[in-house]
């Protein structure tokens, strides 16, 4: 089994029903463990709601670009609107890492791009493996997390089914 993460986001519709269906549906592909939720501002235009943020961790015995696959499937059956670039989404669902494996091509990069900038995501990580690193570099140790002022508003128990 492949230990992979995935980013879950949600600023549209009932977003906490959203992101707790897509968890579900997730634990199909293999034994899951979900990090605290978070409310978070947006990255891109600022005229939007802010998103529910969660990290998922994910064994499962799917290559990358399967997964992939499954994960736009999950997107496209809650109904994703994705209206502009870093706006508002129904669901956001990033394969952002893949065990140790480095990958790219025209439709995914692993690990994500950006990862290392974004404390949405880094912060969510953290509470699933406090000693994860990526491209070498503890992520605890960077000046992102750091300096991160995002605090969890629930815990896995109270959001996921």
Do not use: C
Not at 17 to 43: C, F, W
Not at 55 to 73: F, I, K, R
Not at 99 to 117: K, M, N, Q
């Amino acid at each position: 089994m492949i230990t992979t993460y995935i980013g879950l986001g949600s600023n549209l519709g009932d977003s906490k029903e959203i992101l707790s269906e897509a968890v579900a549906k997730l634990h199909a592909y293999g034994d899951i463990r979900i990090s605290q939720l978070y409310s978070t501002p947006p990255m891109g235009p600022q005229d939007q709601p802010d998103y529910l943020n969660a990290v998922l961790e994910l064994m499962t015995d799917l290559e990358p670009l399967a997964l992939l696959d499954v994960l736009q499937h999950i997107e496209n059956e809650s109904g994703r609107v994705r209206l502009r670039r870093w706006g508002e989404r129904t669901l956001d669902l990033d394969l952002l890492l893949y065990d140790d494996v480095h990958f790219s091509d025209e439709r995914l990069t692993i690990p994500h791009i950006g990862l290392l900038e974004r404390d949405f995501v880094l912060i969510p990580l953290l509470d699933l493996n406090e000693s994860i690193k990526v491209h070498n570099q503890r992520i605890s140790e960077l000046d992102v997390v750091k300096n991160s002022t995002l605090k969890p508003i629930a815990p896995s128990s109270w959001w996921v089914k």
